[in-house]
């Protein structure tokens, strides 16, 4: 088997997947020869470019709508997956995120910030509930969460966002402590700022000068730590946050 092909025979999830991050990180994963459910909520052309793309490159893929922040939709949704494929999920990619509103705190509600937790917090944890039986009675899986470098930055107006991917970090450690026995690893990525299309248009000059390599990160960047983290080359790593953003900030 080709190292390219270090996903063959697994099932995997990326919720998002229609765009942005999502859309590469499941290419990518397909190209590693994963079978992948890409969930999308509301943009099916979107998600249908992505499967298009995927099996353009001689990947297997299928689209599966669902808001992943509704708990019936949740089990639907895993329960639809796991029957189109005939076996249970292995790699979880806990990606989709909702409108990202920065306001002062004079401006933020206990809304503003349950919005947050919706995506960040219950979606990841309705997801691996669900996911769960399979992997436990596989004795292994991976859960992927992706987080954000703004937990190390403190970024003003953005705290509902940020006490958000900070609470997944809470999460990728107590999890990995508690799956492990199972098998199960549990681990976060923490991009950068990656420019994709809703970003189009925004000057990214006054951030690329802080990045110590010197360049805008690409979705593909963040693609493939995924791919890593979803492999056995990563069998011996649970509970890390792994930042992929140039050197831009250091270890959480
Ligand atoms: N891009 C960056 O610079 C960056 C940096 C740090 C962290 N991140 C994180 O990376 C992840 C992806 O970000 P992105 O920039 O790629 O986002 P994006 O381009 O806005 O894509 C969001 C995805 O989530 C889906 N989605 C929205 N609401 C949903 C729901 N209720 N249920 C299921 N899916 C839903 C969207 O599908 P529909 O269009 O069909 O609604 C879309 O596929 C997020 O967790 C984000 O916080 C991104």
Redesign the pocket.
Known sequence: MGSKQRLAGKLALV????????RHIAASLAEAGASVAV?????AA??EETIRMITSAGGNATAFQ????REQEVSELVHRVEGHYGRSIDVLVN????P?PMLPLEESTWQTYLDQLEFFVKAPLLLTKEVLPGMKSNGSGSLIH????VVQIGNARFSSYVTA?AAMIGMTRSWASELGPHGIRVNLIA?????????EGADTSGYQSAVPLGRMGEPLDIANAVVFLASDESRFITGQCLSVNGGRTYGI
């Open positions: 919720t998002g997947g229609s765009r942005g991050l999502g969930n999308y909520a509301n943009n979107n998600a669902a808001d992943i922040t990606n989709a995120t909702g990202q992706i987080g954000s470098e991917k991009p950068g700022w990656i420019p994709v299309e809703r970003h």
